[in-house]
Structure formats: structure tokens, C-alpha cells
């Protein structure tokens, strides 16, 4: 007993050292511009100097492109058109396929350019920047967790109900009386 | 629990506390009304299908607690139970077939905004939500209910021997 | 999110859990295991992560505990030695 005790002090100290020295590293909650929140790095990097002025004017550079391709995007994945958000950061648009164009919205913020000293960065929109920012408008419910979960997520939502359903079933197959309930001693 | 022990002997005599009966008979309409606020609050605020049902279920597991669970189960008729569990999973799945049969196939499962509920394809999707979240509350509810009837029943000590 | 709250409750639940692991009254590791889940609640509340903590404190403080003294009584309180 006084092992595991000892141990048991042992262990909570340790998970309390490591909690501080791994909290550090945690970003804010919800930071929607913190690298998991936002975007996911495509390590293509162009030269800032000669394309700066293209895209301010909204001209998509043909190396952009073709670094696109290269990756392995599809054709209805290029971008048609650059919007400039603020000085050094622009948004590429595209218009998907028409047969998800039922579901997405015709135009679609898809790649974000930073400039980062004389290099140009680009980056792919994470899914989750699309359902934060867009949900409220195409579902009209406030709570963010009930639209991803029964709307954007419902055969995962689906899933969860049959998972507790079959428990149910299984506890019901396994406990269940078999013999008649004795009479009631008095009404409720 | 304190009804446990007298109630396993032979279930004939029940010493019931006045005041553990008087609370939770008082307390059980409260705790419902609470648990489909939940259910249908999800989309505004906190709250949703699994939270309203298993709260929904905590207001039997009351009964069971203050009444004992002879009494408890007349009240809530098993059979009914065993339907309400399927049925809520049978609601979930009939709104996703149902977008399928209104938009003529055209749109996917589980696709809430093809439903003519509205006019608007928006609103669509925020009432589908709702439905489909009390297909979630039903299930919920009726599983929980169901798990802590078969747990806490137990078996008369004079026909205890028989297995099967 | 405010560290030193944090850090407070995460070791009280440490403890918690590992209370309920060595003792040997199982009613009381049931009513430990209940706090472990009201304190996880709180600490989601904390986290702004309001959906969770409502589901932590319905399932896992309200209903496991209920099932758990239920399969409880088909068994007996104290844990063989």
C-alpha cells in the first residue's frame, strides 16, 4: 500500500511537470489563425519580387498553376481569380465542379498566398476555415457543434445512435428478466 | 438505494421514505420539461439529442431510485420502451432517405435542405437538424432507461436457482 | 483559459483517479469516479468547450454512476482481498 502510495505521488508530480512543459507549446483556443485552425502548407514557394504586382491586380501567375498541377490538384481545382485581403496576403478563388455545386457555393476560397520575406508561401484552406466561417449563412443554426455534427457530420452522427442502440440491444439480450414481475405493492 | 434492500427480500413490503417520494414525484415533470428544452434548444446554445436524452432517462432512473423498481416499471411499460429505442434511429434514417424521395434523387443522403419544410433552403437544413435530433433524444433516452431497468432488476431469491 | 486553475484541477482529478483505483470500497470508487467526471466538466467549461462539458456531465456524472451502483447491487460493496 504505501508503494503504491508512493508511486501514486510520483506519478502526479510527473504528469503535473509534463502538463506545464507541454502547455507551453499549446496554442490559443480557438485562434482561427493558428496553422491546425487555418491552412495546410502545399511547400510551394515563388518569388515574391515578379509576381507581386500580378497579383494585386488579381492575375493568377501561370507558375502558380503549374505548381498546382504538378502537386495533383484536378482541373476544377485551379485557381481563376486572386482577391487581395490585406498588404503581403491574397486568397485564391475557384469554382468547383457543377456537380458539387449543389452542396458548395459556387465560388470557393480555396488557396491563401503569404509573403514571407522575398518568397512567396502557399497554403490550402483547411475544411474546418469553411465550416467556421460559412456555417452560420448556409445552415442558419448559431451553435457550431450542432451543425458540424448533425449536418456537415451526419453519417458519423448516425453511426453514434446505431453504436448506442446496438448497446442497448446487447444489455437487453444479456440482462434481460425472463420470469413474470411479481404484482406491484402499491400504486405510484 | 434505501428501498434496495427491503425490496429484494420479497417484494412484498417497501419501507418508502415520505420525503424521497414526495421530491422526486415533484422534481420528475421538472426534469423532463428541462431535458426537451435541451433536445430542442441544440441549436441555439449548448445542448443537443444525447444530452436531453440521457437527461430525459436520468428523470426514470429517479423513479426507480424513489419509488423501487416493481412500482417504477408499471409506469413505464417495457415493451414501448424496446419500440421508442428503434424508433428514434428509424426517424434519424427516414429524414436522410427522405431528402433522397423529395429531391427525386437528385440530392444526397442526409442532405437536409431538399425537405420542403420551407421555403427557404437554409431553414430547411436548420428544421431537418432539429428532427433529426429528436430521433437522437428518443434512442438516447429509451437505451438508457432500458440499460438501468435490466441492471437493477433483481432476480426473487426462491427462483433464483434457474438459469435460462 | 486561465493556467493556474488549470494545473489545480488536473492534479485534483490525478488524485481522484487514483484514489479510486486503490480503494477498496467500491461505492466509494463509484462516488470518486462521479467527482473525476464533474471536475473533467468543469475543466471543458473551462476550455470553452461548453457541447462536451454538458455531455461529461450528463453521461459521465449522471447516468454511468447510476448504472454502475445498479450492477453494483447484483454484486457485493467490498473488494475481496
Given at each position: 500500500?504505501?508503494?503504491?502510495?508512493?508511486?501514486?505521488?510520483?506519478?502526479?508530480?510527473?504528469?503535473?511537470?509534463?502538463?506545464?512543459?507541454?502547455?507551453?507549446?499549446?496554442?490559443?483556443?480557438?485562434?482561427?489563425?493558428?496553422?491546425?485552425?487555418?491552412?495546410?502548407?502545399?511547400?510551394?514557394?515563388l518569388d515574391a519580387a515578379e509576381l507581386e504586382d500580378n497579383l494585386n491586380k488579381?492575375v493568377?501567375p501561370?507558375?502558380?498553376?503549374?505548381?498546382?498541377?504538378?502537386?495533383?490538384?484536378?482541373?476544377?481545382?485551379?485557381?481563376?481569380?486572386i482577391?487581395k485581403?490585406?498588404e503581403g496576403e491574397w486568397?485564391?478563388?475557384?469554382?468547383?465542379?457543377?456537380?458539387?455545386?449543389?452542396?458548395?457555393?459556387?465560388?470557393?476560397?480555396?488557396?491563401?498566398i503569404?509573403k514571407?520575406?522575398a518568397k512567396l508561401?502557399?497554403?490550402?484552406?483547411?475544411?474546418?476555415?469553411?465550416?467556421?466561417?460559412?456555417?452560420?449563412?448556409?445552415?442558419?443554426?448559431?451553435?457550431?457543434?450542432?451543425?458540424?455534427?448533425?449536418?456537415?457530420?451526419?453519417?458519423?452522427?448516425?453511426?453514434?445512435?446505431?453504436?448506442?442502440?446496438?448497446?442497448?440491444?446487447?444489455?437487453?439480450?444479456?440482462?434481460?428478466?425472463?420470469?413474470?414481475?411479481?404484482?406491484?405493492?402499491?400504486?405510484? | 438505494?434505501?428501498?434496495?434492500?427491503?425490496?429484494?427480500?420479497?417484494?412484498?413490503?417497501?419501507?418508502?421514505?415520505?420525503?424521497?417520494?414526495?421530491?422526486?414525484?415533484?422534481?420528475?415533470?421538472?426534469?423532463?420539461?428541462?431535458?426537451?428544452?435541451?433536445?430542442?434548444?441544440?441549436?441555439?446554445?449548448?445542448?443537443?439529442?444525447?444530452?436531453?436524452?440521457?437527461?430525459?432517462?436520468?428523470?426514470?432512473?429517479?423513479?426507480?431510485?424513489?419509488?423501487?423498481?416493481?412500482?417504477?416499471?408499471?409506469?413505464?411499460?417495457?415493451?414501448?420502451?424496446?419500440?421508442?429505442?428503434?424508433?428514434?434511429?428509424?426517424?434519424?434514417?427516414?429524414?436522410?432517405?427522405?431528402?433522397?424521395?423529395?429531391?427525386?434523387?437528385?440530392?444526397?443522403?442526409?442532405?437536409?435542405?431538399?425537405?420542403?419544410?420551407?421555403?427557404?433552403?437554409?431553414?430547411?437544413?436548420?428544421?431537418?437538424?432539429?428532427?433529426?435530433?429528436?430521433?437522437?433524444?428518443?434512442?438516447?433516452?429509451?437505451?438508457?432507461?432500458?440499460?438501468?431497468?435490466?441492471?437493477?432488476?433483481?432476480?426473487?431469491?426462491?427462483?433464483?436457482?434457474?438459469?435460462? | 483559459?486561465?493556467?493556474?486553475?488549470?494545473?489545480?484541477?488536473?492534479?485534483?482529478?490525478?488524485?481522484?483517479?487514483?484514489?479510486?483505483?486503490?480503494?477498496?470500497?467500491?461505492?466509494?470508487?463509484?462516488?470518486?469516479?462521479?467527482?473525476?467526471?464533474?471536475?473533467?466538466?468543469?475543466?471543458?467549461?473551462?476550455?470553452?468547450?461548453?457541447?462536451?462539458?454538458?455531455?461529461?456531465?450528463?453521461?459521465?456524472?449522471?447516468?454511468?454512476?447510476?448504472?454502475?451502483?445498479?450492477?453494483?447491487?447484483?454484486?457485493?460493496?467490498?473488494?475481496?482481498?
Amino acid at each position: 500500500m504505501k508503494l503504491i502510495s508512493l508511486s501514486a505521488l510520483f506519478f502526479v508530480i510527473f504528469l503535473g511537470v509534463l502538463f506545464i512543459y507541454v502547455a507551453e507549446d499549446i496554442p490559443d483556443f480557438g485562434d482561427p489563425y493558428s496553422a491546425p485552425n487555418g491552412y495546410v502548407n502545399l511547400d510551394i514557394s515563388l518569388d515574391a519580387a515578379e509576381l507581386e504586382d500580378n497579383l494585386n491586380k488579381g492575375v493568377v501567375p501561370e507558375v502558380l498553376t503549374s505548381k498546382l498541377k504538378a502537386i495533383g490538384f484536378r482541373d476544377d481545382e485551379l485557381p481563376l481569380r486572386i482577391d487581395k485581403i490585406k498588404e503581403g496576403e491574397w486568397e485564391a478563388i475557384i469554382i468547383p465542379g457543377e456537380k458539387e455545386q449543389d452542396f458548395y457555393p459556387k465560388e470557393q476560397k480555396y488557396y491563401f498566398i503569404k509573403k514571407d520575406g522575398a518568397k512567396l508561401d502557399v497554403y490550402r484552406y483547411a475544411l474546418i476555415k469553411r465550416y467556421v466561417e460559412e456555417g452560420h449563412h448556409e445552415t442558419e443554426v448559431p451553435n457550431m457543434v450542432t451543425y458540424i455534427l448533425a449536418d456537415y457530420r451526419g453519417y458519423d452522427t448516425l453511426g453514434e445512435t446505431t453504436v448506442i442502440f446496438t448497446a442497448g440491444v446487447a444489455v437487453m439480450l444479456l440482462l434481460r428478466r425472463r420470469e413474470k414481475r411479481p404484482e406491484a405493492s402499491s400504486k405510484l | 438505494m434505501s428501498t434496495k434492500n427491503s425490496e429484494a427480500g420479497e417484494g412484498k413490503e417497501r419501507a418508502g421514505d415520505v420525503i424521497v417520494e414526495t421530491v422526486a414525484r415533484l422534481m420528475v415533470p421538472f426534469i423532463q420539461l428541462f431535458a426537451l428544452y435541451v433536445i430542442i434548444h441544440g441549436a441555439g446554445g449548448p445542448g443537443g439529442g444525447f444530452q436531453g436524452g440521457v437527461i430525459f432517462g436520468a428523470s426514470f432512473v429517479l423513479l426507480v431510485i424513489a419509488f423501487g423498481i416493481v412500482n417504477a416499471g408499471d409506469r413505464f411499460p417495457e415493451g414501448a420502451n424496446t419500440a421508442f429505442m428503434s424508433l428514434g434511429v428509424y426517424i434519424y434514417a427516414g429524414v436522410g432517405l427522405l431528402c433522397i424521395i423529395f429531391s427525386l434523387g437528385a440530392a444526397q443522403f442526409l442532405n437536409y435542405g431538399f425537405i420542403p419544410l420551407t421555403t427557404h433552403f437554409e431553414e430547411n437544413r436548420a428544421l431537418g437538424m432539429d428532427l433529426v435530433e429528436i430521433g437522437i433524444g428518443i434512442t438516447v433516452m429509451a437505451v438508457v432507461t432500458s440499460i438501468f431497468f435490466n441492471l437493477a432488476w433483481k432476480r426473487e431469491p426462491e427462483e433464483g436457482g434457474e438459469e435460462e | 483559459m486561465i493556467p493556474s486553475l488549470d494545473l489545480v484541477l488536473l492534479f485534483l482529478i490525478v488524485a481522484i483517479a487514483i484514489a479510486a483505483i486503490t480503494v477498496r470500497d467500491l461505492l466509494s470508487a463509484i462516488m470518486l469516479l462521479c467527482a473525476y467526471s464533474f471536475l473533467m466538466a468543469v475543466i471543458w467549461v473551462e476550455m470553452h468547450a461548453v457541447d462536451v462539458a454538458f455531455t461529461e456531465a450528463a453521461v459521465g456524472a449522471g447516468a454511468s454512476t447510476a448504472f454502475l451502483i445498479a450492477a453494483l447491487s447484483r454484486t457485493t460493496r467490498w473488494e475481496k482481498k
